[in-house]
């Protein structure tokens, strides 16, 4: 295996690629380049295909940096031992005073973190992985504390026009809003993955194949392939959807819960998935209670599930979920997600919660005019105001704006294009 030569092609084909691509700052990108000011590691981890790779070149893009790829099928067979030698060849490649470097899904070669850790100390270190137990293993045991990792996400809204050409900090002419509104329409069918825009839905497809086979089914050696498969399948058809794992079993055709909550977890490892637990002060109501699933994009969810296509009200849903696990991961990590449901049945959508306080109660609803608010929801959110004592109450819809007095509650609508271009999106 001539490492060097392999190391050598895989900076050309990937700086070719970089070249010929329309290519934005993520905007993560910052906070990234702020933890690598002095030698330190950085995980990068999110779902397949959703940019981990350009944002670290992005990072390094103003500095010599040294790049590999172990996911190439020519580093196959590679072996902790042999770790020392790919780092002579970057050294030969770009000087031995080289700094910085991309270890582009790491995880491939068994034993890696010994080798990782042993850099950290000298070298300014980008570890990429799709797998968010990447680092609960040894390098967690090494480092303790002394890593950061950063969540990425495919394309928000704001990095969707950003990469459309279209500026959206300033104030929107109507004919703007009217464009702006169009484009979110397709970004709310259609989703947010970097490539979808280069290739289409069909890539789309495609990803959610390797996500469930290559990241979950492969990595997790899971015998029962086809049972694996219905349950992500139903899962990400039913975004935005309660369940329970019990409930799941005939799903799946397992007989057992336990299995249920462990493939759901490989999925949610794996960035496909994501659930929110219901709200409750007693923690073991939280974790008997039914949970409520959300799929990572949207144009994953559209494109595996005809149903969930007909309704956008769940598709607006989903996309307020991922936008709010995105906002957290990027910018408030200190903020928790629930969802509301009493048994009156009284529910919200969103509980956001920050230290003992919850800090805003989040309803969405596909509506466009007054006379299209459902009071069910509007009382629901008055109800779970009373009980948890917060004031700021939004509701997210499709087109309608207004603040309106409820049953002594103030509660605000916003547009969803309006509320995804928050200057500050931090909620």
Same mark, same amino acid.
């Given at each position: 295996?001539?490492?060097?030569?392999?190391?050598?092609?895989? %900076?050309?084909?990937?700086?070719? %690629?970089? &070249?010929?691509? %329309?290519?934005?700052? %993520?905007?993560?990108?910052?906070?990234?380049?702020?933890?690598?000011?002095?030698?330190?590691?950085?995980?990068?981890?999110?779902?397949?295909?959703?940019?981990?790779?350009?944002?670290?070149?992005?990072?390094?893009?103003?500095?010599?940096?040294?790049?590999?790829?172990?996911?190439?099928?020519?580093?196959?067979?590679?072996?902790?031992?042999?770790?020392?030698?790919?780092?002579?060849?970057?050294?030969?490649?770009? *000087?031995?005073?080289?700094?910085?470097?991309?270890?582009?899904?790491?995880?491939?070669?068994? *034993?890696?973190?010994r080798f990782v850790s042993r850099l950290r100390t000298r070298h300014r270190?980008?570890?990429?992985?799709?797998?968010?137990k990447m680092l609960s293993g040894e390098l967690s045991t090494y480092l303790t504390g002394r890593h950061m990792r950063f969540a990425l996400f495919p394309f928000s809204f704001r990095e969707v026009l950003r990469y459309e050409g279209i500026a959206h900090e300033k104030t929107l002419t109507t004919r703007e809003q009217s464009e702006v509104v169009s484009i979110l329409d397709d970004y709310m069918k259609n989703g947010g993955f970097p490539e979808r825009f280069l290739f289409g839905r069909a890539i789309v497809r495609q990803t959610y194949e390797d996500i469930v086979i290559k990241d979950v089914v492969l990595r997790a050696d899971i015998k029962k392939q086809e049972n694996i498969r219905r349950l992500a399948r139903y899962l990400v058809s039913n975004a935005s959807s309660e369940f329970t794992y019990k409930s799941l079993k005939s799903v799946a055709g397992i007989n057992r819960s336990a299995t249920i909550s462990y493939w759901t977890s490989l999925l949610e490892d794996a960035f496909l998935v994501f659930k929110l637990e219901r709200f409750s002060p007693k923690l073991k109501e939280q974790i008997l209670a039914p949970k409520k699933i959300y799929c990572v994009d949207n144009g994953i969810a559209n494109a595996i599930s005809f149903k969930i296509s007909e309704n956008r009200g769940k598709l607006m849903e989903n996309l307020v979920a991922v936008e709010l696990l995105r906002r957290r991961n990027y910018w408030n990590s200190d903020l928790e997600l629930f969802y509301f449901r009493d048994h009156q049945q009284h529910e919200v959508d969103f509980v956001i919660k920050e230290g003992l306080k919850v800090k805003q109660l989040v309803q969405v609803s596909y509506i466009s005019g007054k006379d299209e608010i459902e009071r069910r929801e509007l009382r629901?959110?008055?109800?779970?105001?009373?009980?948890?004592?917060?004031?700021?109450?939004?509701?997210?819809?499709?087109?309608?704006?207004?603040?309106?007095?409820?049953?002594?509650? &103030?509660?605000k609508f916003l547009p969803l294009w309006k509320w995804l271009l928050l200057q500050n999106p931090a909620p």
């Open positions: 295996m001539d490492l060097k030569n392999i190391i050598e092609d895989q %900076r050309a084909e990937f700086a070719g %690629r970089i &070249r010929e691509s %329309r290519i934005i700052e %993520r905007e993560v990108a910052e906070g990234v380049k702020e933890y690598l000011q002095h030698p330190n590691i950085v995980a990068i981890l999110g779902v397949r295909r959703c940019g981990k790779s350009v944002l670290s070149w992005q990072v390094f893009s103003h500095s010599e940096f040294g790049y590999v790829d172990f996911s190439d099928e020519r580093l196959e067979g590679l072996k902790a031992k042999d770790m020392n030698d790919t780092l002579l060849s970057l050294y030969s490649l770009h *000087g031995k005073n080289l700094k910085n470097i991309i270890l582009d899904e790491v995880h491939e070669v068994e *034993g890696w973190e270190i980008i570890i990429t992985g799709s797998n968010s629901s959110i008055v109800k779970a105001s009373e009980l948890l004592k917060c004031k700021d109450l939004l509701c997210i819809t499709w087109g309608y704006e207004a603040e309106e007095d409820f049953k002594g509650k &103030r509660i």
